[in-house]
């Protein structure tokens, strides 16, 4: 069973429309659309904003029988040669809020975790592969750096950029990856960029979010056709 998870209604609407075989699956705080999308079962949900929300979200997935995840949505760029609209696929994710550097620990290290959580390389793969048939967009693979901060700043793109090597920043896809690995299920994290994480991150993130979300979107439906014929 492939997981689609958004962290917003929009990121998972244009979804919904073409579910077949809908039911809705309800818990506290979250409800699982379960259907299939281009002839591949699937759960399909809003996370909500945040690595807790994510979090919390990812568990419920795990235990209604989900294999492999996909996390899909918007972020701010933070790599140089990004632009609004481009596509960021993650190679790997960290929490770049997290500082217990006075207990020794490096920054952005949860203690008792992995430094960072990789990306399968196999939903890597098809989501690259996806990404590069949608025009007109730039795509790179990178370092998604997650926190529970809108990133709005220079000094916060250059600091995520020189600490961590981010390719861009968000609030939620961390939070899966660490559920992901600590259940051994496979995952990978898609982020169209809806602005640049600078002093225009606002006026840009909600002027261009929607068109972005569709670029995320279609990368996911590109996606399915590469997964429908491989095993779970």
Request: hydrophobic fraction near 45%; glycine fraction near 10%.
């Amino acid at each position: 069973m492939l997981a689609i998870i958004g962290a917003m209604d929009e990121e998972i609407e244009l979804l919904l429309a073409d579910l077949t075989a809908h039911e809705q699956l309800t818990f506290p705080g979250v409800t699982l659309h379960r259907g299939v999308l281009d002839g591949v079962p699937v759960l399909v949900t809003r996370g909500g904003i945040g690595k807790v929300n994510a979090a919390m979200t990812t568990t419920y997935l795990l235990t209604q029988g989900a294999t492999r995840v996909i996390f899909t949505g918007v972020a701010g760029g933070v790599h140089p040669e990004l632009r609004v609209g481009d596509i960021v696929v993650s190679t790997d994710c960290i929490q770049h809020d997290v500082d217990v550097r006075a207990l020794d620990y490096p920054l952005g290290t949860v203690p008792g975790e992995l430094p960072a959580w990789p990306a399968d390389e196999v939903l890597r793969a098809a989501a690259l592969d996806a990404a590069r048939e949608v025009g007109g967009v730039h795509v790179v693979s990178g370092r998604i750096a997650s926190g529970d901060q809108f990133i709005a700043s220079r000094e916060g793109v250059q600091r995520l950029w020189t600490t961590f090597g981010a390719a861009c920043a968000e609030m939620e896809g961390a939070a899966v990856a660490q559920v992901c690995s600590k259940a051994g299920v496979p995952f990978v994290v898609i982020r169209s960029v809806s602005d640049t994480a600078d002093h225009d991150a606002n006026v840009d993130y909600r002027t261009f979010m929607p068109l972005v979300a569709r670029h995320a979107k279609q990368v996911v439906r590109g996606m399915l056709s590469r997964l429908a014929s491989m095993p779970a």
